[in-house]
């Protein structure tokens, strides 16, 4: 069995699975000055980024398009063909930092994942059975249980029901170091664990299959100029071969395979 596949069937099985040394200690250390510079930039413009215990940007990589890297790369690829299909997508990518500040405007909109919840979909009443979709995270720097690391309920990707949002649980943290990346069943029941004064930078994305609608239209958020510049993966992954064509007339597939 190879590697990868013994990484699918632990994800599988446990729900999730710590990859370590994605990207280099050094990697990390330059996303990290990018975060903190696209932070500093978006607070001069107003963007209501930071509360009290969290900064949270959607979207990053539309502000610096050199962070992009950090939603897609071989081994993620090899293992989300495989769960998903080759054609899965991008619905959301968000970068955490579970950290204290002194802002005290709280709002629930900054300060994202605090209580028990899944990042599956409910549909009948039901939450989507486990392998649908799946959450990654890139730890851009140690992820400890004194700074907020993510905390789950293992197993709990096997159950059709939803957590109590305060409910008690007993759980465990995804730990790492910086560069580990996780990807996680997104019916697993899981929050942030509390802030501290330490820093932890953090991506956090959910991939779905290619027919699942995304959060933003990503297009047209990047335009099609720096679609063209893109790799046909970042393509893909981004919605540009699986936008809906305006009508029968511009083509009849609403998909287009990577590379064609």
């Not at 204290?100 to 994942?113: H, I, Q, Y």
């Not at 605090?114 to 992820?143: C, N, P």
């Not at 159950?159 to 697993?188: C, L, Q």
Request: net charge positive; hydrophobic share 35%.
């Amino acid at each position: 069995m190879s590697d990868e596949n013994k990484l699918i069937e632990v994800i599988r099985k446990d729900g999730l699975v710590i990859i370590p040394s994605i990207y280099s200690t050094q990697q990390c250390k330059q996303f990290v000055l990018s975060c903190e510079d696209l932070k500093k930039q978006l607070c001069k413009k107003n963007f209501n980024i930071v509360s009290e215990e969290t900064i949270f940007i959607i979207n990053y990589f539309r502000h610096n398009k050199n962070l992009l890297k950090l939603i897609w790369n071989p081994l993620l690829d090899i293992i989300l063909r495989e769960l998903i299909d080759q054609d899965y997508v991008l619905a959301a990518s968000n970068l955490i930092n579970k950290t204290l500040s002194n802002n005290k405007v709280f709002n629930d909109a900054t300060s994202p994942g605090k209580d028990w919840h899944t990042d599956s979909r409910i549909v009948g009443g039901k939450r989507l059975a486990e392998g649908f979709s799946y959450q990654v995270i890139v730890m851009l720097e140690d992820f400890c249980s004194d700074n907020g690391a993510t905390q789950y309920v293992p197993g709990s990707h096997l159950t059709r029901s939803v957590p109590k949002r305060n409910g008690t649980y007993d759980f465990k943290r995804i730990e790492g170091r910086a560069g580990s990346i996780v990807v996680m069943d997104s019916g697993t029941w899981h929050r942030s664990g509390p802030a501290s004064n330490r820093s932890r930078w953090g991506v956090f994305s959910l991939y779905t299959p290619w027919f699942m609608k995304p959060y933003y239209r990503y297009p047209e958020m990047l335009g099609n100029k720096l679609g063209d510049e893109l790799s046909p993966h970042l393509r893909q992954i981004l919605h540009y071969e699986s936008t809906p064509p305006l009508n029968e007339e511009e083509r009849l597939a609403t998909l287009t395979r990577i590379g064609k």
